[in-house]
């Protein structure tokens, strides 16, 4: 596995993560990607550097390249790289936090509307949303499990992965990477079989 190259920004500092509460992030999105992933909220070193899951530790990133959407671990600030990967991220909730904890639950409802509105707009494959416990809130599935699930905006299948946050000693790395790849096979299958119809 390659390492990724050093930053093009210094570790934000102190004043630079308190002034990142409640920053936005821009969408990595296209229309008719194959994935659209979906954290739960920005972290607060996000909203510093401006890149999705950039805090280091956060495991998205090398579970992307376990799964076998990348070839090697991209960084952070290579994240519009993705898109010609057939791949993008979003967010249920756009505001920054130091933790997904402090996202309340109405937040999370709205959320979920508002990414409605985006999946319909660009109609993506699947939505991957990463997070179990923030995806039974959001979408009122308070027994939905880490995998593909029943419930569909417009065309585009869902799939729940678990929350790739460093701070999420449930699943380990390689429980990770067999949610990823699981959802890169679906993937797949499901372009091969949209293109030999």
Known sequence: MLNASPPPFP??????????VS?????????GLDVLFCGINPGLYSGATGHHFARPGNRFWPALRAGGFTERVLAPWEEEQLLERGVGITNIVARTT????????????EGRRR???????????????????A???AFGSPHAGVGPQERMI?????????????????HQPKDLAR?????????????TSA???
């Open 11 to 20: 570790r934000p500092t102190r004043a630079e993560l308190a002034a990142a």
């Open 135 to 137: 995806y039974r809130v």
């Open 23 to 31: 920053a936005t992030l821009r969408d990595v999105i296209a229309p």
């Open 154 to 170: 417009g065309r585009t299948r869902l799939w729940v992965l678990p929350n790739p946050s460093g701070l999420n000693a449930h």
């Open 195 to 197: 293109k030999s119809g």
């Open 98 to 109: 130091a933790t997904a904890a402090e996202v309340t639950r109405e937040e999370l409802i």
């Open 115 to 133: 990414l409605e509105r985006k999946v319909r707009r660009y109609a993506p494959g699947w939505l991957a949303v990463a997070g179990i416990g």
């Open 179 to 191: 949610a990823f790849r699981e959802l890169r096979e679906a993937a797949r299958a499901g372009v």
